[in-house]
């Protein structure tokens, strides 16, 4: 199966549909990330699972890369790819039953990340 598939060009799909929307940079991909769609997923069984892959800033991956390891999860059921000025709005429109935000986390973990690597250069 070609999970790109799951990658949408915009929301037309979702309409009046219940979701379960989880957003984040997902850069790089973790195992705590799969841990948070996962539990997403237990939360709401009956919703389908929406991933939004925002624009990271200094990303290590590109977004369309981000976009394609998420959908290749198991537990997700569609991805769409916007900007964090775009984001908002975007929840506003598909009003989810259940949101995870998890740009705050996202950014620590990669903070974590880079200093991890330094650390082991140095």
Excluded: N, W
């Amino acid at each position: 199966m070609d999970t790109r598939s799951k990658i949408l060009i915009d929301t037309a799909i979702l309409d009046g549909k219940s979701l379960c929307v989880v957003t984040g940079y997902f850069d790089v991909l973790r195992a705590e990330h799969v841990r948070e769609l996962a539990e997403a997923r237990r939360r709401t069984p009956e919703c389908p699972l929406l991933v939004v892959v925002l624009q990271a800033r200094d990303p290590l991956l590109p977004r369309a890369a981000r976009a394609e390891l998420v959908a290749a999860l198991r537990m997700v059921d569609y991805v769409l790819t916007t900007d964090d000025k775009d984001v908002d709005a975007l929840i506003e429109a598909l009003k989810p039953a259940v949101l995870v935000r998890l740009e705050s986390e996202d950014v620590r973990r990669v903070s974590r990340l880079k200093e991890h690597v330094h650390r082991r250069q140095g």
